[in-house]
């Protein structure tokens, strides 16, 4: 079932255009792909679903009404957001984070009740981050960190999560320590899960679906076995390669061997 639905979705800043008609849809409890060279409109995307940035023209449907239709505090029991590169106090000890995702769901008086303390419990479990809840911030691993603030997206208790390249800056240990978690976020918590990427095989890893952007317009979408094509990719990314299979998870791989000059 389509939860998130795009049409003729337009974004410009001043006189450029951004993101030109586009049309999307996103499947309820699944993982959704963003991919594309930089700034061909990925993040930009993002935003605008999730009410941050204003289109110029076109609708987001959020579960069949327009987003517009919803409050703001509707929107965030609804959606979550974890942009590139958040910023909290680097004294704030990890439950302090977590507790902030409780915002939307508490009272006019703003006081934690039970429930909330069960779900930033429940956040922190699930992320791995019980045992570092009363740690600072300021004396986490990149990794941690991010996990985190994953974390704190988790409290909000949302159906949708959307995260802008959760793995930007971690090395490969902690990159695929964050992958693991959001595939089992939608597997074991059945959230939907909308994420960019800029490693196509991050997306070959753990997506069901990628949307595929150039120069602000779909170039294409489908699953990870209909999009890794070595000319599709070369047209995105500007990059040779080849397509191998990974046999143990039966999926495609993009090995890259060259850049196209223009």
């Excluded at 930033?120 to 740690?135: D, F, G, Q, R």
């Amino acid at each position: 079932m389509n939860k998130i639905k795009c049409t003729n979705l337009s974004v410009s800043y001043f006189d450029k255009i951004v993101l030109n008609n586009v049309n999307i849809k996103i499947e309820k409890n699944k993982i959704t792909a963003l991919i594309g060279s930089n700034g061909s409109g990925k993040s930009t995307l993002l935003k605008t679903i999730a009410r941050i940035i204003q289109p110029s023209s076109g609708q987001v449907y959020l579960d069949g009404k327009l987003i517009q239709s919803y409050s703001s505090q509707e929107v965030a029991r609804i959606l979550s957001i974890l942009p590139q590169s958040p910023e909290a106090p680097q004294e704030f000890t990890v439950e302090r984070l977590v507790q902030y995702g409780r915002f939307p769901r508490q009272s006019f008086f703003g006081s934690l009740n039970q429930n909330d303390y069960e779900a930033i419990e429940w956040a922190l479990k699930s992320t791995h981050m019980i045992e570092l809840k009363n740690k600072r911030l300021s004396d986490l691993s990149g990794g941690q960190r991010q996990r985190a603030w994953i974390a704190m997206a988790l409290a909000q208790e949302s159906e949708y999560i959307f995260l802008d390249e959760p793995t930007t800056y971690l090395d490969m240990r902690h990159q695929i320590e964050v992958l693991n978690i959001l595939q089992s976020l939608n597997k074991n918590q059945n959230k939907t899960i909308v994420m960019v990427v800029h490693d196509i095989n991050h997306a070959a890893k753990i997506a069901h679906n990628v949307i595929a952007i150039k120069n602000g317009q779909v170039f294409t979408d489908g699953t990870i076995k209909q999009i890794l094509d070595e000319k599709v990719i070369e047209n995105i990314f500007g990059v040779k390669g080849i397509i191998i299979n990974d046999k143990l998870n039966n999926i495609p791989l993009f090995f890259p061997l060259d850049v196209v000059l223009d």
